[in-house]
């Protein structure tokens, strides 16, 4: 992520040849009734989702299922980070109705799970956090039954107090990506910290153990499998439930290439490995985003910790 004062890339340059993407990694575009239903609801409701704005490869199944991750605070970022598709400038003002309309939103679609992200903020005094916690709010009062997952940014500046004001409001995931290696922070990712990334995710557990935390990291950048291990490690030792390995996808001829398309049989050892090192819930597959399939993890991470404590009492 790169702050609003940082040089913008030289679209001069000569572009390298980008990839061929393997089969495993193509899908098909979204043509669906349930597709154009979920789109149709979020225009009404002048929601973003991260779905869209992320070009994510899952939407077409997703939305077929009328499961959609809204992303909150608007659709303009404050940074511009080198692997996300999300436009970058200067945000308009918060929407005061975004909360309740996200809140609609999930009773129309009659949503089990939700996941709610957000850009960067770094413009607001509270980074957005109180956004975060009027959204929760809100679809506690409209959804009680729906179960609560976010997926927030890092909150640089004020990541404490944000942690503990959105802690209160009582998610039930709380999801902040690491997105990569250290080793490659300044270049994919040079607006934000690792080891911040990782004190919030800690922060949170420290807050309120019992809220699930869950991280997720990118494959294809450069990075080598020892390096993986490492932030797997660092991870547990944050008390990071579930993790998400997926594969990075170049959106544009601008953004970071891909390196390598790296194939399910080694996405399939490194969740073997992750489960080898006590993570609750893993999902590592080339398709893999942090909110797909969010709904059915969630439920089978609550039965981990369920059968874990039940294990422990014995």
């Not at 089969?23 to 979020?42: C, F, H, N």
């Not at 981990?304 to 009492?313: E, P, T, V, Y």
């Amino acid at each position: 992520m790169n702050d609003l004062s940082s040089t913008p890339p030289n679209n001069d340059a000569p572009r390298e040849p980008r990839l061929r993407k393997p089969d495993w990694i193509r899908v098909k575009a979204p043509t669906s009734k349930g597709y154009q239903e979920t789109r149709r609801l979020m225009r009404d409701l002048n929601l973003h989702t991260v779905c869209e704005e992320a070009a994510c490869p899952n939407i077409g199944e997703c939305w077929t299922k009328k499961h959609a991750t809204v992303m909150i605070l608007g659709d303009t970022c404050t940074r511009a980070c080198r692997f996300c598709n999300i436009k970058t400038g200067m945000p308009m003002p918060v929407d005061p109705l975004e909360p309740e309309h996200t809140a609609a939103a999930a009773a129309a679609m009659g949503l089990e799970h939700i996941v709610i992200t957000s850009v960067d903020r770094d413009d607001l005094p509270d980074r957005g956090a109180g956004q975060f916690v009027k959204v929760i709010k809100a679809l506690r009062r409209e959804t009680p039954e729906t179960t609560i997952e976010i997926l927030t940014p890092d909150f640089k500046g004020r990541m404490r107090q944000s942690v503990e004001e959105i802690c209160e409001a009582g998610p039930d995931v709380f999801n902040h990506n690491l997105e990569t290696v250290p080793r490659l922070y300044p270049t994919i990712r040079p607006g934000a910290r690792y080891y911040a990334s990782l004190r919030l995710l800690e922060e949170v557990k420290h807050h309120d153990p019992l809220i699930f935390t869950k991280s997720g990291i990118m494959l294809g950048l450069s990075e080598q499998r020892l390096e993986v291990h490492q932030v797997m490690d660092d991870m547990r030792s944050a008390g990071v439930d579930f993790i998400t390995m997926g594969q990075y996808l170049q959106p544009t001829p601008k953004h970071a290439k891909v390196e390598e398309f790296v194939n399910p049989q080694a996405f399939k050892a490194y969740g073997s490995i992750a489960r080898a090192k006590g993570f609750l819930q893993v999902a590592a597959t080339p398709l893999t985003r942090s909110s797909y399939h969010a709904g059915d993890d969630f439920a089978e991470m609550r039965a981990a910790r369920a059968a874990k404590l039940a294990k422990q009492a014995t």
